[in-house]
Nanobody
Framework: QVQVMESGGGLVQPGGSLRLSCAAS????????MGWYRQAPGKERELVATISVGGSTNYADSVKGRFTITRDGAKVDLQMNSLKPEDTAVYYC?????????????????WGQGTQVTVSL
């Protein structure tokens, strides 16, 4: 039993900034990987950034240098700077490889409901 909740989406001008926040809750011992994905109209869902329990990060080439992912336990933030119109999408928080005990994982990944980010004049 895991719940994932996002917040922080909205409308911003090109060049502006937004911070997305997410928290996983429920019966959780630890979350090995947390991340952000996005889906624009007519396109496949794509990885934006992930962060491991050890702090290792992975970014899509399209956001490197502009976005920063950080975490504190089962909470994860995405700081988005220098936003472009092509960043417009629904952003989804993901919690993967969740342990409910020190040695046992849930058999699935968990997703938030999605939050809309629109970059436009």
């Amino acid at each position: 039993q895991v719940q994932v909740m996002e917040s922080g989406g909205g409308l911003v001008q090109p060049g502006g900034s937004l911070r997305l926040s997410c928290a996983a809750s429920g019966r959780i011992f630890s979350v090995d990987v947390m991340g952000w994905y996005r889906q624009a109209p007519g396109k496949e869902r794509e990885l934006v950034a992930t962060i491991s329990v050890g702090g290792s990060t992975n970014y899509a080439d399209s956001v490197k240098g502009r976005f920063t992912i950080t975490r504190d336990g089962a909470k994860v933030d995405l700081q988005m700077n220098s936003l472009k119109p092509e960043d417009t999408a629904v952003y989804y928080c993901n919690a993967d490889r969740i342990r409910y005990s020190p040695v046992t994982y849930y058999g699935r990944t968990y997703w938030g409901q999605g939050t809309q980010v629109t970059v436009s004049l």
